[in-house]
């Protein structure tokens, strides 16, 4: 066998063995092949010689025959060196078998077996190391034939309930789950099959006696195989990884319990998204209650104690409906039968474990099971860990366990208090970040006007819809502003940014806007002077930054930039002049139903500055509808704006805004929006336009002759007679003349006077002068300066207001009742 280095087989089998037969005398009487191979000798050189003649020292022949000692009746093993037939020295292993003679009873002749020494000390070592391994206890260790029947195992193959003592010729599965024993034996087939081995191959062995929990296993397989190559079976290594399993899915569920938890900032979802990632991976059920002032952004107190009742907020895990109804309200503390602590501190955050569930009272006594724990039928052990952020509780995150699976245990417990604290600081962040969202929603909506109002030149409807409290409350607007002459101006405008700076500065915006529209401005005008207003905010802000040094602001200011869309529309002459700061262009529905968009030359947004607003006047047909939105409504993240732009012309004639009032089709218009979920506000402005007919309107032009001013007294008597609106005949009368006295005596040229009978009466005197009237108080001694006094106070409000040939000076009076 020695000479066959393939051959891995014992060194002294029979087959391929290197062997000599030895007379008492030590004589060689027989030489095999294999002797032949080892030593390179023939059969004819060595037979009839002593055995001392092989050796490279011959004086070492008593030395090696004194190796058999006192075991030579039996045989005994050695080593030697020989002389190799190229003169070389070979160290090699023997084995001396003794034959006796059957006639006399002694030892007649010896068989000795040799193999090269390295061969023969690397098979004691591949037996040694066999043999311990069989005998160690650190993983287990299996042998199956051809059939995946167990030949042999050691000690610790699985030291389970259930697990018989003794394996040979069983199947896994005569003791373990049919499930476990059939994905094993499919694996160990296949490397039966093939030759490939199997690594790191993860399962979970339960036996039949104990299947609850079970445990998981490793296994390590290679194919065993005869010397011609036949598989012989299968040997197997089986390594419990059950503890390293159960760490490493602890840290895996921690990971992904944190991550789940910091993807929102709303309460409700921060809490649905844990306990869908706790059951059914953790528990068979899951729930988190919480204080329900919790939910609006309120606190708890802060004295270590909760005494506000808990309601159930969010389920997971099989049947969880058992635990919406019925179990749903709780006033006790947070672990039932533990302490209140006096102060608050670490450890009153601890949690509370329950086992045995089902060996339990249900009755009051002192070993029953706490109310919380028995919320779920046919738990049989439990566990809650409070919600503790600052000190202060206000909820609680309890599991539960039922069936087969593995009892809850300290190390479960002490997992769920680390999960807890992670969701209570989430959660408290979510709450306070409620609190703030709610202050400046209810701020943002404090600034805005009605949602519709009527007014003799148009409808109007409005709709706004904050973002999701992911992206926090924006800064957009609108607005809906009487101005002078029956006109009214539209306005939308949107803050860059999100939170409370947006909705202050989004104030500020909209009051600068009211503020300027009064000063009857152009579009374009109001919104220079409104850039320039921004730019200051800017300016103003970055000095505090500066002054404020490391400290900083106390609230984050934010971007100060915006759009905005001003546009101005006219009843009498039905134009609507418009202009942008940087914002998307209004859509038009027109009484034939078509829907277009009309062509702005937008100018920056505001805050840029530097740069001119270009105003666009179009005339609209009685009954067209006019919509404004900020980019919220076009944008979503569903497409590129050109995109949500058809989008929103088919939703605006899908709501028919033409035959609908507009109160009803402003809600259609947005169905579908996730409510909630939106990355950006939405606000829509409708309106439909309206006109003064012709009857209600009555334009005069006057010479610049004081004499005319009887005239034109006489003129508007007349037409008040023809509207029935004599109630108003003397202080028209006298508005009208103050009105055009002035305009004939200071600014001189033609002067227009025009009536319009609105929700109001205007009266209007328009002449060339640029300079504008201002009321004055008049002197005891003075005979005129009265004029304008007298007119505001019969007025209802009055004002003036630039014009493109010089400027127009109206007064307002409400109608009488009918």
């Known amino acids: 066998m020695g000479a066959t280095e393939s051959n891995q087989d014992d ?9 000599a037969l030895l007379d008492d005398a030590g004589t060689v009487v027989a030489w095999t092949p294999a002797a032949e191979a080892l030593l390179e000798r023939r059969s004819a050189d060595v037979c009839g010689r002593p055995a001392r003649d092989l050796l490279a020292d011959t004086s070492s022949w008593e030395a ?57 000390a690397q098979w004691r070592q591949d037996h040694a190391f066999t043999h311990e391994l069989f005998l160690q206890g650190r993983v287990g260790l299996a042998v199956f034939d051809p059939d995946l029947r167990l030949l042999r195992t050691n000690t610790h ?18 003791f373990l789950w049919a499930e476990d024993a059939r994905i094993i034996d499919d694996r160990l087939r296949e490397v039966l099959h093939s030759g490939v081995p199997l690594i790191g191959f993860s399962t979970t062995a339960r036996t039949l006696d104990d299947p609850r929990g079970g445990r998981i296993v490793t296994i390590q397989a290679f194919r065993l195989q005869e010397p011609d190559g036949h598989p012989m079976g299968v040997a197997t290594v089986f390594t419990d990884v ?45 729930a988190v209650d919480l204080a329900e002032t919790v939910l609006t952004g309120g606190e708890p107190p802060a004295d270590g104690h909760l005494t506000l009742p808990l309601i159930r907020m969010a389920v997971a895990g099989a049947d969880a409906d058992v635990l919406r109804t019925g179990t749903t309200h709780f006033s006790a503390p947070l672990a039932a039968g533990a302490p209140e602590p006096a102060a608050p501190g670490a450890r009153e955050c601890r949690g509370e474990l329950i086992t045995d569930l089902g060996t339990r009272s249900t009755a009051p006594e002192d070993d029953a099971a706490p109310e919380w724990a028995t919320a779920v039928p046919g738990a049989h052990s439990a566990m809650t860990a409070p919600l503790c952020a600052r000190g202060i509780r206000f909820g609680r995150l309890t599991l539960w366990r039922t069936g087969d699976t593995r009892p809850l245990n300290g190390d479960d417990l002490a997992l769920l208090e680390e999960i807890a604290a992670r969701a209570a600081v989430a959660v408290d962040n979510a709450r306070r970040y409620t609190k703030e969202r709610r202050t400046a929603v209810g701020l943002q909506r ?46 939308v405008g949107d803050v860059a940014g999100h939170g409370l700076h947006a909705t202050a500065m989004m104030g500020r915006l909209r009051s600068a806007v009211r503020a300027m529209a009064d000063l009857e401005l152009e579009p374009e005008e109001l919104l220079a002077h409104v850039d320039d207003m921004v730019l200051q905010v800017v300016a103003e802000a970055e000095s505090d930054d500066s002054e404020d040094g490391d400290a900083g602001p106390l609230v984050p200011t934010g971007p100060a930039g915006a759009t905005c869309l001003y546009a101005v529309y006219d009843p009498v002459t039905r134009s609507c002049v418009m202009a942008s700061a940087g914002h998307p262009p209004p859509a038009v529905v027109s009484p034939n139903g078509t ?3 009309v062509e702005l030359s937008p100018g920056p947004p505001l805050g840029v500055g530097g740069w001119p607003f270009e105003p666009v006047e179009r005339e609209l047909p009685p009954g067209s509808v006019l919509a404004l939105y900020t980019d919220g409504l076009i944008e979503r993240g569903e497409g ?3 995109q949500g732009m058809r989008d929103l012309a088919d939703r605006l004639l899908r709501a028919d805004v033409l035959g609908r009032p507009l109160r009803q089709a402003r809600h259609d218009i947005v169905e579908g929006l996730p409510p909630g979920r939106l990355r950006d506000d939405v606000t829509l402005l409708l309106a439909r336009t309206r006109v003064v007919d012709a009857g209600s309107i009555a334009t005069w032009r006057l010479d610049p002759d004081p004499a005319i001013v009887g005239d034109a007294r006489h003129l508007v008597l007349d037409q008040l007679t023809a509207w029935e609106l004599d109630e108003l005949a003397f202080s028209t009368e006298l508005i009208v003349s103050e009105l055009v006295t002035n305009a004939i005596r200071h600014a001189g040229g033609p002067v227009r006077l025009r009536l319009i009978r609105a929700d109001t009466l205007t009266c209007e005197v328009s002449d060339s002068s640029n300079t504008q009237p201002r009321m004055r108080r008049a002197r005891s001694s003075e005979e005129g300066g009265r004029g304008l006094y007298i007119v505001a106070q019969l007025s209802h409000r009055w004002g003036s207001r630039y014009t493109m040939g010089g400027k127009t000076v109206w007064s307002e009076q409400n109608l009488p009742l009918a």
């Open 11 to 19: 060194p002294f089998a029979v087959t391929n063995t290197a062997a």
């Open 64 to 120: 090696a025959a004194a190796q058999g000692g006192q075991g030579e009746r039996d045989g005994w093993e050695g080593r030697a060196t020989l002389r190799h037939g190229s003169g070389r020295e070979l160290e090699i292993g023997f084995r001396v078998i003794p034959l006796n003679d059957g006639a006399h009873g002694h030892t007649a002749r010896w068989l000795v077996l040799a193999a090269p020494l390295e061969l023969v």
């Open 157 to 174: 193959l699985l030291p389970y309930t259930g697990v018989p003592v003794s394996l040979n010729g069983l199947r896994l599965g005569d």
């Open 242 to 286: 059950t503890d390293h399993e159960r760490s490493r899915g602890r840290l895996d569920l921690l990971y992904r319990a944190t991550g789940a938890m910091g993807g929102s900032l709303s309460v409700l979802r921060t809490i649905e998204d844990l306990v869908k990632v706790l059951a059914p991976a953790f528990g068979d059920r899951a």
């Open 446 to 491: 404090s600034l805005l006007p009605p949602a519709t109002s009527d007014t003799p030149a148009l409808e109007a409807a409005s709709l706004y819809l904050p973002a999701d409290t992911d992206s926090g409350v924006g800064g957009d607007w609108f607005d809906v502003i009487p101005l002078s002459s029956a006109r009214v101006a539209l306005v």
């Open 595 to 597: 829907v277009e968009y």
């Open 640 to 642: 590129d704006i050109d």
